[in-house]
């Protein structure tokens, strides 16, 4: 992995922004579009404002998140919401949404409606951004989680799993570890001391289940997982 520390998290913002930008732009020049998967939570909150400002072509760009908590999308815990408010408001409107939800089925009832849309989108994806809890999940691959198995399993075709979990407040979906995990850009973005500790504990032995952040930390791959971090 490649650490990338900075003093605040504006300068974070910024840095992650601009590299992202660059990833996408890059995307767009070779194969005519690019496709970006980010994290909901509120961490991305300033990096998102600031990327949603960059001066590339949004038309050309599919957006999707990494994880969605099964609940309307008018709820202030939607991750869609939370795009809408915080991404899609800039030059980056442009782009093409593709949206979890599926009105009326449970999150396990819409799995392979979710699976066939998802799994149709473009791969590798242009860039994916990470999140982590405090108790080592990212995406929605928690501890206790009822699907993690499926969720984490490198040979797996499946594109989206629904989960479960104590940690989780409500279901919620997920892209599984393979999708993202070809990602030409692969970031982790966090903040703040508690989850530098957490980090650190996830990069030493352990097993996954108790971590699951470990399973994105010990991806072999060819471009390195970017650490981002500030205070
Ligand atoms: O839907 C979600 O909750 C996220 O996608 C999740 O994986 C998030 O990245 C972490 O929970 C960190 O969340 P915070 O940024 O709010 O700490």
Known sequence: MKRHDYATR?????????????????????RGEAILAVSGGSTPKLFLQTLAQAEIDWSRVIVCLVDERWVPDTSPRSNAAFLRENFLRGRAAAARLELFHEDGLTAEEAEPELTRRFGGLPRPFDAVILGMGGDGHTASFFPGGDNLARALDLASHEAVVSMRAPGAEEPRVTLTL??????????????????????????????????????????????????????
Not at 11 to 22: P, R, Y
Not at 185 to 197: Q, S, T, W
């Open 10 to 30: 504006a300068d974070l913002a910024q840095a992650l922004a601009a590299g992202v930008a660059a990833v996408l732009a890059g995307g767009i020049a070779t």
């Open 178 to 231: 393979p999708r993202l995990a070809d990602a030409r850009f692969l970031a982790l973005h966090i903040e703040g001391e508690d989850k530098r500790r957490t980090l650190e504990t996830a990069m030493g032995p352990g097993p996954t289940e108790e971590l699951p952040v470990r399973a994105v930390l010990r991806l072999d791959r060819a471009e390195p997982l970017q650490v981002f971090w500030a205070p």
